[in-house]
């Protein structure tokens, strides 16, 4: 038997909640979706119900009508190993029969400290200290409070600020959100948590003109950047420096050459701790346990969620080198922070049976292999004239959407509403294919499938890209 939460709830399998209300119908009324825009509900009829997902399968899902689709961003970049596993059920069941709740909170639970040696020996250099939380926005939390905390211990009270990128996104609690990079995501939360600085991203498609057919030069750039943040705000003021290994938002940036070395130059030059935020690069998503391993390059902290557990339960980790856990060993000294749910038992022990596929299967290696012949598949549509760019590294893909390719000129507000809103991404849907067309950045297309797929999946996805992308004229 497989398991899908909603078929616990599901009274009938028509779909009608137990006031006989369609779902669609009910989650308009009651159901709050996070980043929504809830006025596309409301008042219509058939074409702008909510999409109810009722099951997954592999690399597909399928919604109340019976329609499938191949899940190209796996969730929220999260289902790595693919959907309807059910030795991950039967993991939660096993814990479940156990010990079902415990907190970490001066106790520990087998799970926990299974998955924290486990997640440690993955880890890079002297990460060796792991924290657990809900998911990826606290586990960001939680490396600013941390960096703030080591540094009042060793003696530098004033290093607080954090440096970060342009349009990156790194979570929606206060602290969080200061760092992401998103003045839409920010503007109605403001006064947030003081001290969060940007820097300019790695998107060469849109870098300063004399670098962009120079990667080396383009990444020394990047980087050097981040010492001039730290010299224009004073080295004694700041803490850390968030980065995503890949940056997802804006539409997958990979480090230019020689950028996280010499990032990680800086840091040690300022006595600044580096944060990898790999809540979406870790577990395979660019073929490796975390996306430094592969970068070359030891950060300081890794934040990380989503693809720990695959989704099917939810868990957060900051991974801590060593140096930095040193001074939480003395004394009374502690680190006043924690969340009831954060290592929960079930998530933990799902995340085992995960981590387990991944060694069976041998995703990391899959990942590695296959992609050539995904962003092949993907750069087949640079023939299109909207198609201005495709970047990505992995199974980890942003398509840049352009108005004229040859001047690399946007969309603007209008058109891209029309464009992605109006279009894009129902058009998507419809033809099968669930993905994301975002404008958090310049317009994109993202993909980040299960990373069990291969070419007939990349064949799928690019055919239907192509045929729906061939159709945005027509709505600009
Ligand atoms: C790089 C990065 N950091 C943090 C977060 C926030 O994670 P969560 O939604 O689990 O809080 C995300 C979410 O996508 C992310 O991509």
Redesign the pocket.
């Known amino acids: 038997m497989t398991i899908y939460p909603n078929e616990i709830w599901e009274p009938s399998s028509d779909y009608h909640t137990r006031t006989g209300k369609l779902y669609s119908e009910a989650a308009r009324d009651h159901l709050w979706m996070h980043f929504t825009r809830h006025s596309t509900f409301e008042g219509h009829e058939g074409r702008h119900n909510v999409p109810i997902i009722v099951k997954g399968e592999g690399a597909y899902i399928w919604d109340d009508r019976g329609n499938r689709y191949l899940d190209g961003l796996s969730g929220?970049?999260t289902v790595q190993v693919g959907h309807g596993r059910q030795e991950l059920a039967d993991a939660a069941m096993t814990q479940f029969g156990k010990i079902a709740y415990f907190p970490l909170w001066s106790y520990a639970h087998p799970r926990a400290i299974e998955l924290a040696e486990r997640v440690a020996h993955y880890a890079p250099g002297d990460l060796n200290r792991v924290f657990f939380t809900t998911?990826?926005?606290?586990?960001?939390e939680s490396a600013w409070k941390l960096a703030k905390h080591y540094f009042k211990l060793k003696g530098k009270p004033l290093k607080h600020k954090v440096i970060s990128r342009a349009v990156?996104?790194?979570?929606?609690p206060q602290g969080?959100l200061s760092i992401t990079g998103i003045p839409a995501a920010k503007t109605m939360f403001e006064p947030l948590v003081p001290g969060g600085h940007k820097v300019p991203n790695t998107n060469i498609y849109r870098a300063p003109e004399h670098l962009r057919d120079d990667p080396k030069a383009f990444g020394l750039w990047a980087a050097n950047r981040i010492a001039e943040a730290i010299e224009f705000e004073g080295p004694e003021s700041v803490a850390a420096v968030f980065l995503?290994p890949v940056q997802?938002?804006g539409g997958c940036f990979p480090p230019p050459p020689g950028y996280f070395e010499r990032v990680r130059e800086i840091c040690d030059e300022y006595d600044v701790l580096l944060v990898s935020?790999?809540?979406?690069c870790a577990f395979g998503r660019i073929g490796d346990w975390f996306a430094c391993n592969q970068l070359g390059y030891v950060p300081d902290i890794i934040?990380t969620?989503?693809g720990i557990t695959s989704g099917y339960a939810p868990l957060?980790a900051m991974i801590v080198s060593d140096r930095i856990f040193e001074p939480f060993r003395n004394d009374t000294t502690y680190f006043p922070h924690g969340y009831t749910f954060g290592g929960h038992p079930i998530s933990c022990a799902v995340a085992m049976a995960n981590l387990d596929i991944f060694e069976r299967e041998g995703l990391n290696a899959h990942v590695r292999e296959n992609a050539p012949t995904f962003r092949a598949a993907l750069e087949g549509l640079l023939d299109l004239p909207i198609v201005g760019d495709v970047r990505g590294e992995g199974y980890f893909y942003g398509i840049e959407l352009v108005k004229d390719k040859d001047t690399r000129a946007t969309f603007d507000e209008a058109e891209c509403e029309r464009l992605l809103r109006g279009y894009l991404s129902k058009a998507l849907f419809d033809a099968g294919l669930y993905c994301r067309a975002d404008d958090r950045g310049d317009p994109v297309i993202q993909l980040a499938p299960p990373l069990t797929i291969g070419p007939a999946e990349f064949a799928d996805i690019a055919a239907t890209l192509r045929t729906v992308l061939q159709g945005a004229d027509a709505h600009l």
């Open positions: 929220l970049f998911g990826g926005g606290e586990a960001v990156a996104y790194h979570g929606t969080a995503e997802n938002s935020d790999e809540t979406i934040t969620a989503k957060g």
